[in-house]
């Protein structure tokens, strides 16, 4: 057990080590990279991958997928802006649209738990069936008449130098590093996603705890819509499609494990960190935006590769002086 | 004698066993599209004449090819995201490179592309190890941005002989059907070939394949190089109907194709399903879509349509299949 925390703590911090070298090379290269302004733009941009991959990072730690993400998004914006059209004051439109996100995730959740469809599939319909009910919402009116207030306040406030939503990223990471590595309900996530037969035989309700990773994961994408919204000034069908990409690229670039079980949301911060500080340093380099896309999905299996691989090296050899019996992590590291 | 008997009595067996298993599920998914066939001939009379048919067929044909690909992914227990990438590559290709003048050779090296394209993906998966959903996820993204160095935004020329192809008939009938017909035939041969055996081996249990002595490791780069070749074909075809290249077309043919080959029939637990059931996955899709059109009723009745009947036709098969394993237990 503890060999296996070293290892997560391992590939968490190579993460971070991946993205402050990252940052070290575009500051030297421009020094204006560690300006104040541009790093408080960087994180407001990784909060939105953020928080549109940290229910994504707890339903792969229990072993699925949330393909719904950019719809989920996309929803909490054009939800947002026609609740608020309708008269709702903001900070309830907002509370309304999360919760409206959670309950989405929850029909996620009772198919993949109930009925036991693939995650892919059940979350890829239900993203066509948000989408479906977003087009038959109709064309918003034009003007800025449509994103309220609060959403605005909440993307782009500051306290003092620092931006409000970096602020509530850093609490909610906080907190849900504290509730995956301390609580009995984080280690039935990893137990359930580690495996779910050995989970069920030990006593965990397995469909409540999918039931609950997905019900998060509809809640926390619902809420990156609204502040991406909020940031934007305005909503649109695809705002959340870069998100698939970027929300699933965080969580295994923070060394989570597809398959479940193994990974932390502070890896999963790691990674929303170092997918913006990439994007937003290769066109220092004067990379196109066609060669910016190359590089991207290079470094991120360089990324994924180095944190996995990276990893299990690392362990292996601070296993090797201590103990004689290095047979199992070696037959670990050769069955993937 | 006694060791002369098994194999005689093997045959028998292994035909008795596949023979009812395939006509129950592929009976359910042939009458849903035959149903939605009736539908749309109601609400599209025009349907009647071959031509108007092969027209529908060839909007479709894009996305046969990607469901190919998808289903090679699948059958092998994996997933191919990156059909949009190689897509968009042959796509751009087409117009940029091949171009107007260009003829059939210069078709055949876009789907070499593609070929390699996919071995890469092949690579990554078969001998560094990555799960087959993260390789794809980088490979998508980096094969987009080599799309976008080729053609930056919608244009270029499409060879002649490819579009004129395309709208021909022969013996009466038009082209996209034939094209379809070939696919078709191409993935029997693939299927019987000992080749085929390997890919389905791997697919069902790949560490029986494994003691068996299949190479799994080659069965899989080759299944993804396959599936490279398919996802190009994919894009040279997008580029025959629209008569134009564009570098983002691909990526709407990732989930579609998944969409498609589930409601096929094919499992994501690798091993069951084939190209055949695909193409009425693919049908039944492109149906519906016609129907919407043709019944004047807005985008989102389409959209949701699809996703329902995804939902219905994946869940149906679950609790069916619960039910076997609990008649089995």
Redesign the interface.
């Known amino acids: 057990m503890r060999r296996l925390r070293g290892h997560v703590s391992v590939s968490t911090a190579s993460a971070f080590g991946l993205c402050a070298v990252l940052f070290l090379i575009a500051t030297i290269h421009s020094s204006g990279f560690a300006s104040g302004g541009n790093v408080r733009q960087l994180l407001v941009f990784s909060a939105f991958i953020g928080f549109a991959a940290l229910g994504q990072t707890v339903v792969v730690l229990s072993g699925g997928l949330d393909l719904s993400v950019p719809w989920l998004m996309a929803f909490g914006g054009i939800q947002l802006s026609h609740w608020a059209g309708d008269g709702l004051p903001g900070g309830v439109a907002i509370a309304l649209v999360v919760l409206a996100g959670a309950l989405i995730g929850l029909v996620n959740g009772i198919g993949v738990a109930w009925l036991r469809l693939p995650p892919i599939i059940m979350t890829l319909a239900m993203g066509g069936l948000i989408q479906a009910y977003l087009l038959s919402l109709g064309v918003l009116n034009s003007g800025d008449s449509g994103v309220p207030h609060a959403a605005e306040a909440a993307a782009s406030d500051r306290i003092g130098p620092v931006p409000v939503v970096a602020v509530v990223w850093l609490v909610v990471a906080v907190a849900i590093g504290i509730v995956l590595a301390r609580s009995a309900a984080g280690r039935r996530v990893y137990a359930v996603g580690a495996n779910d037969e050995v989970a069920r035989l030990s006593g965990i309700d397995v469909g409540r705890v999918r039931l609950a990773a997905y019900a998060l994961s509809g809640a926390s994408a619902a809420f990156a819509g609204v502040i991406l919204a909020g940031y934007v000034g305005s909503t649109y069908l695809d705002i959340g499609a870069p998100y698939l990409f970027a929300s699933i690229a965080a969580v295994i670039v923070g060394g989570a494990s597809i398959m479940g079980g193994r990974g932390t949301y502070w890896g999963t911060v790691a990674g929303a960190l170092t997918l913006t500080v990439l994007s937003a340093m290769l066109p220092l380099f004067h990379l196109s935006d066609a060669g910016l896309k190359v590089v991207y999905g290079v470094v991120i299996l360089a990324g994924v590769w180095l944190s996995q691989s990276g990893g299990a090296l690392v362990a292996r050899l601070r296993q090797r002086p201590s103990s004689p019996t290095t047979a199992s992590p070696e037959v670990k590291s050769v069955e993937p | 004698m006694s060791t002369a008997s098994p194999p005689l009595d093997a045959a028998p067996r292994g035909a008795r066993l596949s023979l009812p298993r395939i006509p129950l599920g592929t009976a359910a998914t042939a009458l849903l599209l035959l149903v939605l066939f009736v539908v749309d001939l109601n609400v599209q009379p025009g349907l009647w004449d071959l031509d108007q048919l092969g027209m529908l067929v060839q909007t479709a044909l894009p996305l046969v090819f990607v469901a190919a690909a998808q289903t090679l992914a699948l059958l092998v227990r994996g997933?191919d995201l990156s059909v949009g990438g190689v897509f968009a590559i042959a796509n751009t290709m087409t117009a940029v490179w091949v171009g107007a003048d260009g003829g059939w050779p210069m078709l055949v090296v876009v789907l070499l592309a593609g070929l390699a394209a996919g071995a890469v993906n092949g690579l990554?998966i078969s001998y560094?190890?990555?799960?087959p959903?993260?390789?794809t996820?980088?490979?998508?993204?980096?094969?987009?941005?080599?799309?976008?160095?080729i053609l930056?935004t919608d244009g270029g020329m499409v060879p002649t002989v490819l579009s004129d192809m395309l709208y021909q008939s022969w013996l009466g009938i038009p082209s996209s059907f034939w094209i379809v017909l070939i696919a078709f035939l191409l993935w029997r041969i693939l299927r019987a070939s000992r080749f085929g055996h390997q890919l389905l081996a791997v697919g069902d249990d790949e560490e029986r394949a494994r003691l068996n002595g299949t190479p799994v490791r080659r069965v899989r780069l080759i299944v993804y190089a396959l599936a490279g070749a398919c996802a190009a074909a994919g894009g040279i075809m997008l580029a025959g109907v629209t008569s134009t290249g564009s570098p983002t077309s691909g990526d709407a043919y990732i989930?579609l194709s998944?969409?498609a080959v589930?409601i096929g029939g094919t499992s994501?637990a690798g091993g069951r399903g084939g190209f055949g059931l695909s193409l009425m996955g693919v049908f039944s899709l492109t149906l519906i879509s016609d129907i919407v059109t043709g019944a004047n009723l807005?985008?989102?009745?389409s959209?949701?349509a699809?996703?329902?009947l995804?939902?219905a036709m994946?869940?149906i098969r679950?609790?069916a299949d619960?039910r076997t394993a609990r008649s089995a237990a």
């Open positions: 997933i990554l560094l190890s990555f799960q959903f993260i390789a996820l980088g490979t998508w993204t980096a094969y987009s941005g080599i799309a976008l160095m930056s989930l998944i969409s589930v994501l807005d985008v989102w009745v959209v949701a699809s996703a329902l995804l939902l994946v869940t679950a609790l619960r």
